[in-house]
C-alpha cells in the first residue's frame, strides 16, 4: 500500500515539476512498474498540429528500447475505440487473428506478442487527447480492478498534456508576434530585396519549424516564377534563380487563381 502511494506521488511530483511530456512519460512508466504489471507501456497521444495523426510513445525500459513514431489515427482496434467512446477499453485474452494488420497500431502491437491489452483515454476538460496503453504477453493479466488506479494516472496526464498544449500556444503565439515585427524591420531596413527575403524565408522557418520554406517572384511579362529565397530540407537540390512556368504545377495555380493552393 505504501508504495503504490509512493508510486503514485512520484508521478503526481513529475507531472507538477516539469513540462518535458518524455520525463513525464519515462516516470509515469518506471513508477507504474510497482502498481500494475506490464511488458510494454505506450502513450498514444492526438497530434494538434496534423490531423489524422497520432505520436505514439512507447516503452523506455531495458531490453525494449525507446519508441517514438507517428502513425495515422486508425480506424479500428482497441486503441480507436478507448478514442471515439472516451472510456477504457480492456482485452484479457488475444490472439494474433484479433488484430487488424492493415492498422499500424494493431501492427505494433501484434508484432511484440500482445496477449491481454488495457486502453486508458487521456481526457482534460472534455477534450481526448490519446490513450494510456498497458500490453501484456501473458492472458488475463489485466481486469477491471486496475481501471479506478489507471484512470487515476490517465487523469493526471491529460492534464499535464493539456498545460504543456496551452503553454506552448501562448508560445507560439509570442513567436508570432516577433516574427512580424522582425520581417517589418527587415522590409523597412534592408534596400537589398533578394537578401530581405532570404532572411524573412529562413527566420519563417525557424519560427514554425517547417519542413521546407521558398519564395518565387512572378515575372508577368515573361510568365516565369523564379526562386529567390529557399530553406530547409531541399534548399540545396535546387538553386536560387531557378525558374518555371506559370502554366505548370501548383506554384502556377497559385498564380493564375489568385488564391492559396492547399
Not at 26 to 32: H, L, Q
Not at 78 to 104: Q, T
Request: net charge neutral; hydrophobic share 45%.
Amino acid at each position: 500500500h505504501w508504495a503504490h502511494l509512493e508510486a503514485l506521488n512520484q508521478i503526481t511530483f513529475a507531472i507538477n515539476a516539469t513540462l518535458d511530456l518524455e520525463h513525464i512519460f519515462a516516470t509515469v512508466e518506471r513508477e507504474a512498474q510497482t502498481l500494475v504489471a506490464f511488458d510494454r507501456l505506450s502513450f498514444a497521444l492526438l497530434d494538434t498540429r496534423q490531423r489524422g495523426w497520432l505520436r505514439v510513445y512507447a516503452s523506455r525500459l531495458p531490453d525494449t528500447g525507446e519508441y517514438i513514431t507517428d502513425m495515422p489515427v486508425p480506424l479500428r482496434g482497441r486503441v480507436a475505440e478507448a478514442l471515439d467512446g472516451k472510456r477504457p477499453v480492456l482485452v484479457s485474452s488475444l490472439a494474433p487473428s484479433d488484430f487488424d494488420p492493415d492498422d499500424p497500431v494493431d501492427r505494433a502491437l501484434m508484432v511484440v506478442g500482445t496477449r491481454s491489452l488495457v486502453c486508458v483515454p487521456l481526457v482534460a476538460k472534455g477534450e481526448t487527447m490519446g490513450t494510456l496503453n498497458l500490453a501484456s504477453t501473458e492472458d488475463g493479466r489485466y481486469t477491471r480492478d486496475h481501471l479506478p488506479l489507471l484512470l487515476q494516472i490517465a487523469a493526471q496526464v491529460a492534464l499535464a498534456i493539456d498545460k504543456v498544449r496551452i503553454l506552448a500556444k501562448e508560445r507560439r503565439r509570442g513567436e508570432k508576434l516577433r516574427l512580424h515585427n522582425e520581417v517589418a524591420k527587415e522590409v523597412v531596413s534592408s534596400l537589398d530585396r533578394d537578401a530581405m527575403l532570404s532572411r524573412v524565408v529562413r527566420q519563417v522557418l525557424r519560427a514554425f519549424a517547417f519542413v521546407h520554406l521558398s519564395c518565387f517572384l512572378y515575372d508577368e511579362d515573361r510568365r516565369l516564377l523564379t526562386l529567390v529565397a529557399v530553406a530547409g530540407r531541399w534548399e540545396k537540390a535546387i538553386q536560387v534563380g531557378w525558374t518555371i512556368g506559370v502554366d505548370h504545377g501548383v506554384l502556377g495555380q497559385c498564380i493564375l487563381q489568385a488564391r492559396p493552393y492547399l
